[in-house]
């Protein structure tokens, strides 16, 4: 697993992730609300109790990117060139970029 992951799981599952609410907490912002849904931004609320992302289908895109990335290991694994496809979905981050 890439670093860069195993340090994010490890900050999701100890909560240390820059929510808005530890982004508070660390003073570096002032605000901990969510921008959807203006409940305070913890980082369980972010990855997975955000009721305007739920009725987004955010969470359901998420799940969906990451069963597409363990099928594509699996497919490169078993010497398969063929990926599944992709649904892309375009969402706007708070800043207004698209991700
Ligand atoms: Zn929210």
């Known amino acids: 697993m890439a670093p860069l992951r195993i340090s994010f799981l490890i900050r999701s599952v100890y909560g240390f ?8 907490r660390w003073g570096k912002k002032e605000d901990p609300t969510c921008p959807l849904c203006q409940c305070k931004q913890t980082t369980e609320h972010v990855l ?20 597409q990335e363990l099928a ?6 078993k010497g398969e060139t063929t ?12 800043r207004g970029a698209k991700s």
Do not use: M, Q
């Not at 594509?72 to 694994?77: F, P, R």
């Not at 990926?83 to 708070?94: D, G, M, R, S, W």
């Open 17 to 24: 992730l820059p929510s808005n609410a530890n982004l508070v």
């Open 72 to 77: 594509a290991i699996i497919s490169s694994a």
């Open 48 to 67: 997975s109790s955000c009721k305007i992302a739920l009725s987004h289908g955010r969470y359901t895109w998420r799940h969906n990117r990451d069963l």
């Open 83 to 94: 990926l599944p496809k992709t649904n892309a979905l375009i969402f706007k981050t708070e």
